[in-house]
């Protein structure tokens, strides 16, 4: 089972910025697709920003241009760089892998790492 630990969230003004870490367990940034999710009260986890092995990223519209997924394989760590922050990005931030059957694989999800956007 691999391990996730989230970080960085907090309470941030409408415009602000914030960095999410995320450390696992093993060496898995360089051998598989990972992402950053985020979950809203009373809604669903998605999927928000994604990085391949190969460094290739992806985002959904409403953070396309304000966030930025990133890897550092040596320490076992992914960011998530987020600016020109909005009340509608508050929602507890998750990492994990970033398709369904590794997720599955991994066995677990971390704690999460709450971010409010709030003036």
């Known amino acids: 089972q691999v391990q996730l630990v989230e970080s960085g969230g907090g309470l941030v003004q409408p415009g602000g910025s914030l960095r999410l870490s995320c450390t696992a367990s093993?060496?898995?940034?360089?051998?598989?697709?990972m992402g950053w999710y985020r979950q809203a009260p009373g809604k669903q986890r998605v999927l928000v920003a994604a990085i391949t092995s190969g460094g290739s990223t992806s985002y959904v519209d409403s953070v396309k241009g304000r966030f930025t997924i990133s890897r550092n394989n040596s320490k076992n760590t992914m960011y998530l760089q987020m600016n020109s922050l909005k009340p509608e990005d508050t929602a507890v931030y998750y990492c994990?892998?970033?398709?369904?059957?590794?997720?599955?694989?991994?066995?677990?999800w971390g704690q999460g790492t709450q971010v409010t956007v709030s003036s």
């Open positions: 994990n892998a970033a398709d369904v059957n590794t997720v599955v694989k991994f066995g677990s």
């Open positions: 093993g060496n898995i940034f360089s051998i598989y697709a």
